[in-house]
């Protein structure tokens, strides 16, 4: 018999994985059960509502990537360093946690995110937001919006993953270089 631990985890991952795969308007409390295989009502044992389970999903997944991100993170580095810890970070939390950065990137709107994880996302944002306004600041990254910047960099990453995850591009460590050199290119000042 399952514990309650491991039937919270199940219900979870399969909310994580239907959020990322079908949206979260797409995505109802029956399906997360099946998929976790469990009752529509054991999930309601764990969460009071899709929107509470949704929320806990974001908020997990946003710390776990901010930690990923700020671990060994160069302070003291150039900003081709620092850029380099940004990309293999969500390389790292991406083969970690294959549907999170895809579910954290379609899920940042406020109309289902509490106050906790809408201020757990800026707090992602401004990391971010940081890192390419000092780049801007020294003459190293384009002078564009910091939020075009983020956009051109995580965007691409995750279009990436997602035909990696098709098996339309095979991940070799060639590629992720070559991808790193291009996305540093996008955003560069040049």
């Known amino acids: 018999m399952e514990t309650a631990t491991n039937k919270r985890k199940d219900i979870l991952e399969a909310g ?18 099946s998929k976790a295989n469990v009752g529509a009502g054991t ?10 389970l949704m929320n806990q999903l974001f908020r997990e997944y946003v710390t776990l990537f901010l930690e990923t991100l700020r671990t060994g993170y160069p302070n ?30 379609t899920h940042n709107r406020p109309r289902v995110l509490d ?37 051109i960099v995580f965007g691409a990453f995750i279009q990436l993953h997602q035909l ?8 070799t460590p060639q590629l992720l270089r070559d991808y790193e050199e291009s996305c540093w290119d996008a955003v560069r000042a040049h």
Not at 16 to 33: C, H, K, N, S, V
């Open 16 to 33: 994580l994985m239907l959020f990322a795969e079908r949206g979260y308007d797409a995505t109802t409390i029956p399906m997360i059960a």
């Open 43 to 52: 999930i309601y044992r764990y969460f009071v509502n899709k929107e509470t």
């Open 76 to 105: 003291e580095g150039t900003c081709r360093q620092q850029f380099s810890h940004i990309f293999n970070s969500m390389v790292r939390f991406t083969l970690d946690n294959e549907h999170a950065l895809y579910f954290i990137k």
């Open 115 to 151: 106050e906790e994880s809408v201020a757990l996302y800026q707090e992602l944002l401004d990391f971010t937001r940081d890192y390419f306004e000092a780049g801007k600041k020294t003459g190293e990254i384009r002078k564009m919006p910091a939020n075009a910047l983020i956009a």
């Open 164 to 171: 990696v995850r098709e098996g339309a591009v095979d991940e």
